[in-house]
């Protein structure tokens, strides 16, 4: 009983870790925000700049988020690029 007293006390001095990532939160799932975090991309502007190709071929990138993705940025009148994928 009383080592869970003291991790208790522990954890409560612990310093807040600060949490990268919040853009799409609560929207894409970890995985789709970290491959997106790879490439840089933390904003609808630079979202945009990608064609759904490119961002279907990140690692990470499935169908049900990209699903999830295209409803979002179409509530914020946001579009793919259409520049033609470079191979």
């Not at 894409?28 to 502007?45: F, H, M, N, Q, Y």
């Not at 979202?47 to 690692?59: D, R, V």
């Amino acid at each position: 009983m009383i080592n869970l007293v003291l991790m208790a006390k522990c954890l409560k001095t612990m310093a807040p870790v600060p949490f990268e990532g919040c853009f799409l939160k609560g929207i894409l799932p970890v995985t789709a925000r970290r491959a997106l975090e790879r490439e840089k991309i933390d904003s609808l502007e630079k979202l945009c700049g990608y064609s759904e190709a490119e961002i279907l071929q990140m690692h990470g990138f499935g169908r049900n988020s990209m699903n999830r993705l295209k409803i979002y940025m179409k509530n914020h009148q946001a579009y793919f690029s259409t520049h033609p994928e470079a191979d």
